[in-house]
């Protein structure tokens, strides 16, 4: 399994070449460091900007590696004229690679000069390779692996930030990483405190008509208290249908308390659990995915099954889940066999050793 580092570079203080990291990018560039120290990486590519080498020289320095500098990691032009209404222009150019303004390069151009670097990588022997480059021409690289990439999403990228390209079995996914060094995530049992946070959530989930995973934040949060009563019933094992196992629910909060997730956890395996409901589900809200909260909440849900003396947890996702099979995997998830549903459906099915 190839895998490559997407870094957006570190704050700076401007955007010409020469632009400097500012005080605050400094210290990003060191948590990136931090970060990633204890992967084994082969190589590390980056655009030969100050601002782009700055970011990572904290890492190379700690891991002993040679920065390959490489002009085809620069930031894409998109006109050599000062366009008064750019961010127009921009945003039409995500709709029409061809579009190209005076003295600027299309995104078609663009997004050929990085894809040639990232298919150098991969077709080399290295296994773990970071990339060091600008916010549009990787918004356009990722748009090139997935067309659903766009233009707001360049807008929400952050410096810096981090995705995970992986290419196995010759096909390429990727995810982004959580890489704020002020995220402070942590799992919390439900609580009114939370009463109008936990409607947020709640709503949102139903603006946007996807299936709610897990299955407890389908409850109706009208009666507040009463849900959570309802869940703290659960987890004692109190009131519950037959065939039911007692069940322990968290909420993912960020540091400003906001809800980003939840989990629920399964006391113990029951036929049904066991080929299509697992230990654990759980589900990031619409807003925050791809930001690397699934990997964590996992993370952090295998140490609250831990504590309920479970040592090896079973985790599902549907076959066609992409996102949720790689979480797993980062979690070191082993595959098992499949489970098809009567309608067909494939569920995969991954032990984890706690």
């Given at each position: 399994?190839?895998?490559?580092?997407?870094?957006?570079?570190?704050?700076?203080?401007?955007?010409?070449?020469?632009?400097?990291?500012?005080?605050?990018?400094?210290?990003?560039?060191?948590?990136?460091?931090?970060?990633?120290?204890?992967?084994?990486?082969?190589?590390?590519?980056?655009?030969?900007?100050?601002?782009?080498?700055?970011?990572?020289?904290?890492?190379?320095?700690?891991?002993?590696?040679?920065?390959?500098?490489?002009?085809?990691?620069?930031?894409?032009?998109?006109?050599?004229?000062?366009?008064?209404?750019?961010?127009?222009?921009?945003?039409?150019?995500?709709d029409d690679f061809d579009l190209k303004f005076e003295g600027g390069e299309s995104s078609y151009e663009a997004v050929n000069r990085i894809v040639s670097v990232v298919e150098e990588?991969?077709?080399?022997?290295?296994?773990?390779?970071?990339?060091?480059?600008?916010?549009?021409?990787?918004?356009?690289?990722?748009?090139?692996?997935?067309?659903?990439?766009?233009?707001?999403?360049?807008?929400?990228?952050?410096?810096p930030d981090v995705f995970l390209l992986v290419k196995e079995d010759n096909k390429v996914t990727y995810e982004r990483l959580v890489v704020d060094s002020n995220h402070q995530l942590?799992?919390?049992?439900?609580?009114?405190?939370?009463?109008?946070?936990?409607?947020?959530?709640?709503?949102?989930?139903?603006?946007?008509?996807?299936?709610?995973?897990?299955?407890?934040?389908?409850?109706?949060?009208?009666?507040?208290?009463?849900?959570?009563?309802?869940?703290?019933?659960?987890?004692?094992?109190?009131?519950?249908?037959?065939?039911?196992?007692?069940?322990?629910?968290?909420?993912?909060?960020?540091?400003?308390?906001?809800?980003?997730?939840?989990?629920?956890?399964?006391?113990?395996?029951?036929?049904?659990?066991?080929?299509?409901?697992?230990?654990?589900?759980?589900?990031?809200?619409?807003?925050?995915?791809?930001?690397?909260?699934?990997?964590?909440?996992?993370?952090?849900?295998?140490?609250?099954?831990?504590?309920?003396?479970?040592?090896?947890?079973?985790?599902?996702?549907?076959?066609?889940?992409?996102?949720?099979?790689?979480?797993?995997?980062?979690?070191?998830?082993?595959?098992?066999?499949?489970?098809?549903?009567?309608?067909?459906?494939?569920?995969?099915?991954?032990?984890?050793?706690?």
């Open positions: 399994m190839k895998k490559i580092y997407l870094i957006r570079h570190c704050e700076a203080q401007g955007q010409p070449p020469e632009a400097s990291l500012t005080e605050t990018g400094f210290k990003q560039a060191i948590h990136l460091a931090n970060m990633f120290t204890e992967i084994p990486f082969d190589r590390i590519v980056a655009s030969p900007y100050k601002r782009t080498l700055q970011s990572i020289e904290p890492l190379a320095k700690r891991m002993n590696l040679e920065i390959e500098t490489n002009e085809l990691l620069t930031e894409r032009v998109l006109s050599s004229e000062n366009l008064t209404d750019w961010l127009e222009k921009l945003k039409a150019t995500f990588v991969l077709n080399s022997e290295a296994q773990n390779t970071i990339i060091v480059t600008h916010g549009n021409l990787l918004s356009l690289l990722l748009n090139h692996y997935n067309n659903e990439f766009g233009f707001d999403d360049w807008r929400n990228l952050r410096n942590s799992l919390i049992k439900p609580s009114v405190d939370l009463e109008e946070e936990y409607h947020s959530f709640y709503e949102e989930w139903l603006e946007s008509k996807e299936d709610m995973v897990p299955w407890v934040i389908k409850k109706d949060p009208s009666n507040f208290e009463a849900m959570v009563q309802f869940l703290k019933d659960n987890e004692q094992g109190s009131n519950l249908p037959e065939g039911w196992v007692p069940d322990s629910t968290f909420w993912l909060i960020n540091e400003e308390k906001r809800i980003l997730g939840v989990v629920n956890i399964r006391h113990r395996l029951t036929e049904t659990l066991l080929n299509s409901g697992g230990h654990i589900g759980y589900g990031i809200r619409p807003s925050e995915r791809r930001k690397g909260y699934a990997t964590k909440l996992l993370s952090l849900a295998l140490e609250k099954t831990k504590e309920l003396g479970i040592r090896k947890a079973l985790v599902l996702c549907n076959e066609d889940n992409t996102g949720s099979f790689k979480t797993i995997i980062n979690n070191g998830g082993i595959p098992d066999t499949d489970f098809v549903e009567e309608d067909g459906n494939i569920i995969k099915r991954f032990w984890i050793e706690i």
